[in-house]
Every structure is written in C-alpha cells, then in structure tokens.
C-alpha cells in the first residue's frame, strides 16, 4: 500500500522500492508540466518532498532521507529548528515586511550579526541590506566597489562561483552557463585558483600556489600588463560549487596583500561558507585576512528564510540614495530567525561541533585515500568534497560520481555534486549534525562508492 501521509514518519535512513515512488512520482510530472525548465536538483534527486526534521527530511511516500545537502547550505540548524521556527512565528504577529526603515527586528539582526564579526572589524563595517539572495548581494558589492573607485574592471578567479544573475554570472568560472547569454557584463579577468590537485598552471603541489598567484601579482603590477588597475578583487575561501576547494593560506594572504598595496577593495564571498559552515562564523577568520567587503545570505536567518547583505569598509560608502535596492530587503521574519540562530549558536556551541564533527568526516572517509579513483578528499569544517578521477589519465570522473549519488538516495542519504563534470560529491550537513548521523551518513556512502566504483 502507497503511504501518502506527510506525518513525521520514524527519523532514520529507510527507502522502500526504486525513486521515486508513486506519489513523488505525480508530483515531479506535475512539476515537469508546468514549472520552468530551468529547475534542477529534482532531475538528480528525484523525490518530492513531504516535512522535514534536524538533519532528516521524507518524501511523499514516507521513504526517510539523511540530508547532507540541506537547502544547498541555508538550513545551517537543520530543518524546522524549533526556536527559529518561534521566533518567526511570533515576529510575523507583529510586522513581516518593512522595507528599508529601522524596525525592533532588523535593529537586533544588524546587532547580532555586527557582533560575530572579528573585533578589528566591527567598529568600521556597515551593512546594507540586499534582495533576498546571495546573487543579489554579489550585484550590490560589485556596485559598490565600482561607485567607490570609480573604475570598471573587476577580477575573479577559475572555478568560483557568484551566482545566477546577469552580472554575478559574468563573475562565475562555469562557461556552461554563460554561453547561451550574448552580451555579459564586460571587464572581468579570471585568473588561477589555487586549486592544487589540479593545477591551473600545471605545476607540482609544492610550486603551484607560488605561481597562480605570482601571476596575478604580476598582472596588476605591470603597467604594461594589459588589465586597468580593477575595481575589485572577489574570492571565495572555499569554491563551493567549484567542487568544495578549500583555498590555499598563502595564495589568500598573499591575495590580500596585493589588494591592499594596491587599493583595490578585496571581495570575499561568503555566501555558502559564511554563519558558520566551516568552524568560525566566517571562512576568512581561517586565513588571518580583514577584508574589504563581505557578502553574505544563505545561511542567515538559519533556517531558510531569504535575506541577504554585504558588509563594507566605512570608507567605501559613497552610494546615493536608493543606489542598491530590493522590494524584499525587509524581511522581517528572517531578521528575527537570525537573531534566534545567533542566540543557538552561542548557546549550543555549535560552531565547536561544526570543528568536532568535521574532525570526525575526516577521520571516516580517511579510508578513501587509497582508492585510486579518488583523486582528493577534502573540505574545512561541515563543508567537504571527494573529487572522483580515472586514474588513467586524470580526467574527471563525472559518471562514477552521478551513480554514487543515485545509489546514496536510493538507500537514505541526500548529497550533492559539484566540481569539473560534476565529479565532486559534496557534503553539506546542518552544522547541528551529531556523531551519529555522521557515520550513519559515511555508512551509506563509502558502501555507494565501493558498490559503484570501476573494476579495480
């Protein structure tokens, strides 16, 4: 009998027959029919979803998943937190949309995200307040940065990541996605990534960062060097859809270094890294850096709730009046979840068991080095990818990697892809993931990645 309840079924790993079933099955045709077919993550994870609890969600027919992608990084305290849910609930009792005027709400949001900031960046950062999405926030620091220089060009780097819009793509490595769109958004310059197990440059591990960096280096400094001094620089700490590549200390220190000498505003990109996901609230506390601008979204409200902003120097803040603006940039349920998600963070000591349970990832999939299909594991924090390869002659191996993925699913585990064809699997689990269901997880894919692999 095809169970079609959406009662919080028993929260463990559990999949009865092929996906999707029956009911996920009516409501994917039904989607197909008459969404657009731009949509995505239901082509390689084909399930409808019914409810959701922590670090579990469950499909219209009852079938029970471990979810290690969780909202694409945004539900930072798993699914349906109770307090973020609350204080929600409760705020959308008193006001929901507020524009850009000063609420009770937004003015406790501003305050508690000021307050995770490092303390040498605190007293001279502002924050505006963007369109709902990371993209958007990527769009409002750009301009920012081109308003305060007055320049025009802008530098990015292979295999990063901005987001879907007209200019945030222009910024994004993925060619794939801008081809089909004539006319981009002019002066970008992409440059090497320190992307060590397969270098930009095609040097060895020990002389790569040197290079990928020494050649940006060199380009803005050479005044015969073919590229206007840019308006800024931007740079994700970790390439999330890149295929989760953690960026080198020195290659970022010496990034930033650069920027500075040379008054160019440094960018970080911390829509996917940021509020926690890699063990400090923001990836660039790893490398010791302040910034010029921070960009951050997803993971804000904790619980999917859209906002998205940019923090900036004082110093750049030459915008007019309505400059950057969003109908939704008043969101005033999600201040009050990310005020909530602040509170639980502290409390809870959730960003010691995002470094406790990324200690724990490591040590589990540790097992994988010796495959020689894997060509890399790694990650920083809750944020980790296992890049496949043919051993034979290096080329990415996005087939193994989309067969892992089916068979995950089909025995209760949730992960994404990313990476060069779509050959990294990547792990992405709330940050309030416990030691259990990080080995009930591992369970589930190192069998997937044994079951699918190549003939040894």
């Given at each position: ?8 079924p028993?929260?463990?790993p559990?999949?009865?027959g092929?996906l999707p ?7 994917l ?9 731009a949509r995505?993550?239901p ?6 979803i019914?409810?959701?609890?922590g670090?579990?969600?469950?499909d219209m027919?009852?079938?029970?998943f471990?979810?290690?992608?969780a909202g694409a ?19 959308m ?8 005027f000063?609420t009770?709400?937004k003015?406790?949001f501003?305050d508690?995200?000021?307050?995770m900031?490092?303390?040498?960046l605190?007293s ?11 993209a ?5 620091a750009?301009k920012?940065?081109k308003?305060a220089?007055?320049?025009?060009d802008l530098?990015?780097?292979q ?7 007209h200019a945030?793509m222009?910024?994004?490595g993925?060619?794939?996605?801008k081809r ?5 958004v002019?002066?970008v310059?992409?440059?090497p990534?320190s992307?060590?197990a397969?270098?930009?440059?095609g ?12 050649l940006?280096?060199r380009s803005l400094?050479?005044?015969n060097?073919g590229?206007p ?8 700490m970790v ?5 989760i ?11 930033r270094?650069l920027t ?8 970080v990109d911390?829509v996917?890294?940021g509020c926690g ?9 790893h ?9 951050a979204?997803k ?6 709730l859209p906002?998205a902003v ?7 803040d ?8 969003g ?5 005033q349920?999600?201040?009050?979840a990310g005020?909530?998600a602040?509170r639980?963070?502290?409390r ?11 200690r724990q990832?490591a040590q ?9 299909w894997v060509?890399?594991v790694?990650?920083?924090?809750l ?16 087939g193994?990697?989309?067969?892992v993925?089916?068979?995950a ?9 990313g990476?060069?064809?779509d050959?990294?699997?990547r792990?992405?689990p709330?940050l309030?993931v416990?030691?259990?269901?990080i ?7 190192l069998d997937a990645?044994e079951?699918c692999?190549p003939?040894?």
């Amino acid at each position: 009998m095809t169970r079609t309840s959406t009662a919080r079924p028993a929260l463990a790993p559990r999949v009865e027959g092929a996906l999707p079933g029956p009911r996920s099955a009516e409501f994917l045709e039904h989607q197909r029919q008459w969404e657009s077919s731009a949509r995505a993550y239901p082509r390689h994870l084909p399930i409808a979803i019914a409810g959701a609890e922590g670090s579990y969600l469950w499909d219209m027919d009852g079938n029970v998943f471990v979810d290690f992608l969780a909202g694409a990084g945004v539900l930072s305290l798993g699914h349906n937190h109770p307090e973020l849910v609350h204080a929600a609930t409760e705020q959308m009792h008193v006001l929901t949309h507020g524009l850009d005027f000063p609420t009770a709400a937004k003015r406790e949001f501003v305050d508690a995200q000021l307050s995770m900031l490092p303390p040498a960046l605190r007293s001279r950062m502002r924050m505006h307040f963007c369109g709902p999405g990371g993209a958007n926030a990527v769009d409002a620091a750009i301009k920012l940065c081109k308003t305060a220089t007055g320049r025009g060009d802008l530098v990015s780097f292979q295999g990063g990541f901005h987001g879907s819009s007209h200019a945030a793509m222009a910024l994004t490595g993925l060619v794939a996605q801008k081809r089909p769109i004539a006319n981009g958004v002019p002066g970008v310059h992409f440059f090497p990534y320190s992307y060590c197990a397969r270098c930009p440059v095609g040097l060895s591990p020990d002389t790569c960062t040197t290079n990928c960096v020494g050649l940006l280096e060199r380009s803005l400094r050479d005044p015969n060097g073919g590229i206007p001094l840019p308006a800024a620089v931007i740079l994700e700490m970790v390439q999330g859809e890149g295929g989760i590549i953690p960026a080198d200390r020195d290659f970022v220190r010496r990034v930033r270094a650069l920027t500075a000498e040379l008054d160019v505003p440094l960018v970080v990109d911390e829509v996917q890294t940021g509020c926690g996901r890699t063990g400090t609230w923001f990836a660039f506390e790893h490398y010791d850096i302040e910034p010029d601008v921070i960009i951050a979204s997803k993971a804000l409200s904790g619980m999917g709730l859209p906002v998205a902003v940019i923090f900036y120097d004082r110093r750049l803040d030459g915008w007019a009046p309505g400059a950057h603006t969003g109908t939704f940039r008043g969101n005033q349920a999600a201040f009050a979840a990310g005020v909530a998600a602040v509170r639980v963070v502290r409390r809870d000591d959730v960003l010691g068991n995002v470094r406790q349970r990324g200690r724990q990832l490591a040590q589990r999939l540790a097992t994988l080095h010796g495959d020689v299909w894997v060509r890399e594991v790694r990650g920083l924090g809750l944020m980790w990818g296992i890049e496949l390869a043919d051993p034979r002659d290096g080329r990415p191996a996005g087939g193994y990697a989309r067969a892992v993925q089916a068979y995950a699913l089909q025995h209760g585990l949730i992960v994404e892809l990313g990476g060069r064809d779509d050959s990294v699997i990547r792990l992405m689990p709330p940050l309030t993931v416990t030691a259990e269901e990080i080995d009930v997880a591992c369970a589930i894919l190192l069998d997937a990645i044994e079951h699918c692999g190549p003939p040894r």
